[in-house]
């Protein structure tokens, strides 16, 4: 594998709406693989759509191998490209073919040469009668799969996959790990399912947009599972307190 960029995120501060999201939060993300854990609303996503440029920080600054990603042109994309957590947030293209064209067209190839390429690129996955099919003619699943095929296509040197097996069958899933572990690229994946991330060397735990775990999956993952059960065996012991005092 090609060395991994260098992703530093340094004192940063990210507001969404009226939602302080991320405060203060530093962070150099350098191993080809990592997995980013939490609650819902821990701002796994947000943190996401900061690294692909799609949020910009309120204070604080994102560098991709020392340069200002914020600060960045077009060239951002060959960076860092993103599997969106609902395929129809990404999905901008009526045609699987079109959708897969996109990403090479911004490597400078013709319209009919990147069609001509995605089509030969889904007949190396058995795919090919995918090509002219409508994507809203496909599943959830199909349209997820069809994401990452694009983001496959267009290579960018980091991807970053926010629950990519939320809707894939087993199949699905399987074929997505296999891919991952076969990416050249640097794959950051945010997950609940933590059987996906476990063996990773380096997962994050992200709790209300501050770190709160950081080292080996085996470890992080037991430390959130440890913590989730004790905020549940304190509510159900809340809940059975407040129950007795009712009667
Ligand atoms: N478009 C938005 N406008 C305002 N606030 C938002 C927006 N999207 C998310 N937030 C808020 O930002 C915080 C982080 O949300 P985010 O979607 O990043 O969490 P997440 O970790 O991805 O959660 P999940 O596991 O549910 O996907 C939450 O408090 C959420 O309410
Ligand atoms: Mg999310």
Redesign the pocket.
Known sequence: MISPPRIELAHVRLV????Q?LENLSLVWDQPRIGLI????????????LLCGLEAPAAGEVLFDGQNLHAAGRERTRWVGMMF?NPDDQIIFPTVEEELALGLQSRSASRHEAKAQAREFLAQRGLAHWAERAISSLSQGQRQMVCWLALLIAAPRTVLL??PYASLDLPGQAQLADDIAAASQQVIV?T?VLAHVRDYPRVVW?DQ?RVRGDGPGEEVCAAYEAAVQAAVAARRALGTATAAHGH
Do not use: I, M, P, Y
Request: proline share 0%.
């Open positions: 969404r709406g009226r939602t999201v939490g609650d819902n609303g821990a701002g796994k996503t947000s943190l996401f759509r957590q926010d629950e945010s609940h992200l947009g």
